[in-house]
């Protein structure tokens, strides 16, 4: 299981623990759907291209990380690509010596993603980088769509092992049903999103603390760009935007090193 944030602010008084992207912007935007609209908590809150415009290039700039997510795409390809930013020239009257190059804004990542075109959603890890650097996104949606996004989360990943078999999946369901006077039943379809329940997860006890103190407790309702599983299953619908259920219960064994985390997680609108 793997965690967006940055557990080093928890040990900073009055910080906000969230992720690391520092600033968003888009190659192409409908000015009614920003790029900022990324950076909420909530995924139903899009950014959308101009007007018929399927490719478009998000350039994510993060403080500090190694993974980037973005849930609730209509892409069916992604281009992910990370860059240092970090450029070098030779002063007035050097060169380089025959055969020798500067390697400008190098890269230390790039990938290739396909996507299902609806309610899409990727999870992209790379080598993690201590300084600001950027991560170029460029998303390509069907032809003839306009291609969208509602989130994008990027930071420092926090891993822990993944979660006991037997993931309890359900769903909550936003609708409006309502019996009239008449008898009859009036309903409005709305947003369902998915649960997880029962969670069990076994950790050192250390990391069962960092689990629950430094990083659910700390943020508490608010949702977090989460890869349940990723160790067994890769599947994309493994990659959320949740919060917990509730606050996450350790069962300590007094003759083990090791604890049990139990949690549930459930996905926002």
């Known amino acids: 299981m793997k965690v967006i944030i940055d557990t080093d602010?928890?040990?900073?008084?009055?910080?906000?623990?969230?992720?690391?992207v520092t600033a968003i912007v888009?190659?192409?935007?409908?000015?009614?759907?920003?790029?900022?609209?990324?950076l909420n908590d909530f995924p139903t809150d899009l950014w959308k291209a101009g007007s018929g415009v399927n490719e478009a290039t998000l350039t994510v700039s993060v403080s500090k990380g190694s993974a980037l997510m973005v849930h609730n795409t209509n892409a069916v390809s992604a281009v992910v690509s990370v860059?240092?930013?970090?450029?070098?020239?030779?002063?007035?009257?050097?060169?380089?010596?025959?055969?020798f190059e500067?390697?400008?804004?190098?890269?230390?990542?790039?990938?290739?993603?396909?996507?299902?075109?609806?309610?899409?959603?990727?999870?992209?890890?790379?080598?993690?980088?201590?300084?600001?650097?950027?991560?170029?996104?460029?998303?390509?949606?069907?032809?003839?769509e306009t291609v969208y996004a509602g989130i994008?989360?990027?930071?420092?990943?926090?891993e822990f092992n993944d979660p006991h078999y037997g993931l309890d999946e359900d769903s909550v369901d936003y609708s409006i049903e309502k019996e009239l006077n008449s008898g009859s039943c009036y309903a409005k379809k709305r947003n369902i999103v998915r649960t997880f329940n029962n969670l069990a997860m076994l950790e050192t006890r250390a990391n069962c603390h960092a689990f629950k103190h430094d990083i659910f407790d700390l943020v508490g309702p608010k949702p977090l760009a989460i890869r349940l599983v990723h160790n067994n299953?890769?599947?994309?619908?493994f990659c959320l935007f949740a919060k917990r259920n509730a606050p996450p219960k350790i069962v300590h064994d007094a003759s083990s090193t090791h604890s049990r985390i139990n949690f549930s997680l459930k996905e926002v609108v």
């Open 26 to 38: 888009a190659s192409s935007e409908d000015a009614s759907f920003p790029a900022s609209n990324l």
């Open 83 to 99: 860059r240092t930013g970090e450029n070098m020239e030779l002063e007035t009257g050097f060169e380089l010596e025959t055969g």
């Open 9 to 20: 602010l928890a040990r900073v008084p009055g910080a906000a623990v969230v992720d690391n």
């Open 233 to 237: 299953i890769t599947d994309w619908e």
């Open 152 to 158: 994008v989360r990027a930071g420092v990943v926090e």
């Open 102 to 144: 500067f390697v400008t804004d190098e890269y230390n990542a790039s990938a290739v993603y396909f996507l299902p075109g609806y309610n899409g959603r990727l999870w992209a890890d790379y080598d993690e980088m201590t300084s600001p650097h950027t991560v170029y996104v460029t998303l390509t949606a069907a032809a003839g």
